[in-house]
């Protein structure tokens, strides 16, 4: 039961470098999103897509983009790396997007912006 | 812009004894969401809650959403270690995103 799996696990960047962060789900799951976790601050949401083709922005959209061409896979992108998104970021998926759906979470990657 | 405070934000007790962590808002939610995170995994879901005034059990663990829906409270009766971990509250908002509470930090020594 692989659920969500995030890659990398672990990564270091430089300020301005680029990278993607992939997500996948393997429950069929139309509604995918990412969060990131800071200390003291709980999961605030990044963006969000409630199926293939369609994005929206979440509470802290700004520095990162994602895309869902299909339902398995929604990857988060890091267009020029600060100090400021040195976090831990987590993938989840649910069933729908009605709010009582339960949230499944992938691991996390955990990433350092030097 | 809605928000939940999570109180308290660290909780540090003995075997045995009994706690409560309390998720508050100004602001009503259609659901109330409670998750367990342990270091180096993401959070797993203990409970949903839906309807004012609705009560859960979980083995030693009680869940309650208030009557307005506006807050809940997590009671765990004769805490073990086992349940040391992070507590995170997650109230739905009107759009269908999950708004988090800042996390109870939870240690229970033997």
């Known amino acids: 039961n692989a659920g969500v799996t995030q890659t990398p696990k672990f990564q270091v960047l430089k300020t301005g470098q680029s990278m993607t962060l992939q997500c996948a789900q393997d429950m069929n799951h139309e509604y995918m999103s990412w969060y990131r976790q800071d200390p003291g601050m709980g999961l605030r949401l990044i963006h969000y897509?409630?199926?293939?083709?369609?994005?929206d922005q979440g509470e802290v959209p700004n520095g990162y983009n994602v895309s869902r061409s299909t339902t398995e896979d929604f990857p988060l992108r890091l267009l020029s790396a600060a100090p400021s998104q040195t976090s831990v970021y987590f993938c989840?998926?649910?069933?729908?997007?009605?709010?009582?759906?339960?949230?499944?979470f992938g691991d996390g990657t955990r990433l350092s912006i030097l | 812009t809605q928000l939940l405070e999570q109180s308290p934000q660290f909780l540090s007790i003995q075997e045995g004894e009994n706690l409560t962590v309390y998720c508050n808002s100004s602001s009503v939610f259609s659901s109330l969401q409670w998750y367990r995170q342990e270091p180096g995994e993401g959070p797993v879901l203990l409970v949903t809650?839906?309807?004012?005034?609705e009560v859960k059990k979980l083995k030693r663990l009680t869940f309650q959403f208030g009557d307005a829906r506006k807050d809940s409270s997590l009671h765990i009766t004769a805490a073990q270690p086992g349940d040391t971990g992070l507590y995170l509250c997650?109230?739905?908002?009107?759009?269908?995103?999950?708004?988090f509470g800042q996390g109870t930090e939870l240690s229970v020594k033997p």
């Open positions: 897509s409630v199926g293939a083709g369609i994005t």
């Open positions: 809650v839906v309807t004012g005034g």
């Open positions: 989840a998926s649910s069933y729908s997007s009605r709010s009582n759906q339960p949230q499944h």
């Open positions: 997650a109230g739905g908002d009107q759009g269908g995103k999950l708004i």
